[in-house]
């Protein structure tokens, strides 16, 4: 009885923490959506490890993002970015790791296709908060076909 009880109090926790996600606002972003050119990430060795023989990397460097904040400016809130579920020219979400790293106000991290991750946890200053992301993607050629877009989007969780 007291597990079960337990599991009840630990099923309500996250509903207690923060609101409903809602999606941001980045259409002030230079650009939210973009092809990759993927390159070999072991170009030249030989082996029969067929993870490391498919093991592909695309970079996009200076990506600004812009995301309009200003109806939560002096809340606390959760920023995250999520990567979709289906990325157009990955056949598999085995296919596909993102990793960033930023130049000042979001947290650098990673995720997987139908995942979010947090990049800012604190208050919103500002009606836009604002950086620049240098992505990584880890890409496996045996999922790929032609033409991967990457598409992230950014939600919002403010504390009540």
């Known amino acids: 009885m007291r597990a079960a009880a337990a599991l009840l109090v630990l099923a ?8 409903t996600p809602v999606r941001l606002d980045d259409s002030a972003s230079p650009r939210s959506r973009f092809d ?64 960033w790293r930023t130049r000042g106000t979001l947290f650098g991290g990673s995720a997987l296709p139908g995942t979010r991750t947090v990049v800012y946890d604190g208050v919103i200053r500002q009606a836009f908060v604002t950086d620049f992301l240098d992505l990584t993607l880890h890409l496996d050629a045996r999922y790929l076909e032609r033409g991967v877009r990457f598409e992230p989007t950014f939600e919002i969780d403010v504390a009540p």
Request: hydrophobic share 45%.
């Open 12 to 19: 309500f926790v996250p509903a207690l923490g923060m609101a």
């Open 36 to 99: 990759v050119k993927p390159r070999w990430a072991h170009a030249g060795e030989v082996g029969d490890n067929p993870e490391r023989m498919n093991a592909m990397l695309a970079q996009v460097p200076n990506l600004e993002v812009r995301l309009n904040t200003a109806k939560y400016v002096g809340k606390t809130a959760r920023i995250w970015m999520v990567v979709p579920d289906f990325v157009p020219g990955v056949r598999s979400p085995n296919g596909l790791r993102v990793e």
